[in-house]
């Protein structure tokens, strides 16, 4: 009889570790108080310092990005912890050079949101185009550049 108990143990223990990941589905990001920015996607962060878009940021992130990589920004090893996003950027001098590395963050960050990341076939980063319009990836960008580990 210890076979059944076993099984139901190791059944019910399984399914307890699945419901503590949490729901995945993607939650839905309100940014109607934010300005609205159009069809054709930004090549930089139009909400840099916005304290609204930081605030929907600020939640979007910690509903659908923390899984990943971690509450408040703060990676636990999983994924890449952003608040080092822009660090480059942050030891460059040149005011000029500074601009061009936000710049070329800003696409980084937003190519690798819309289009997720890859390697060998393996998911290392789902695609979120389709899923967030582009005010809601700004905002979690903005909420991120407010979290920065060096400022700029």
Known sequence: ??????????AALTASL???????VPQAVDTSGLPKL???WKAENPYRGNDAAIK???????????RCHGLE??????APDLRRLDNDCATTRDDK????????NDEYFLTTVRHGRTRNGAVYMPPFEGV?????????????????EKPL
Not at 18 to 24: E, N
Not at 73 to 78: E, H, K, L, R, T
Request: with cysteine; charged share 20%.
């Open 97 to 104: 050079r500074k601009a061009a590395c936000v710049k070329d």
């Open 18 to 24: 699945a419901w503590a990941h949490g729901d995945v």
């Open 73 to 78: 920004a703060i990676s636990g090893g999983i």
């Open 1 to 10: 009889m210890k076979t059944p108990f076993a099984f139901l143990a190791c």
């Open 56 to 66: 929907v940021g600020s939640s979007a992130f910690n509903q659908n990005c923390a």
């Open 132 to 148: 967030f319009d582009q005010e809601a990836i700004w905002a979690i960008k903005a909420y991120l550049e407010s979290r920065r």
């Open 38 to 40: 159009g069809t054709d």
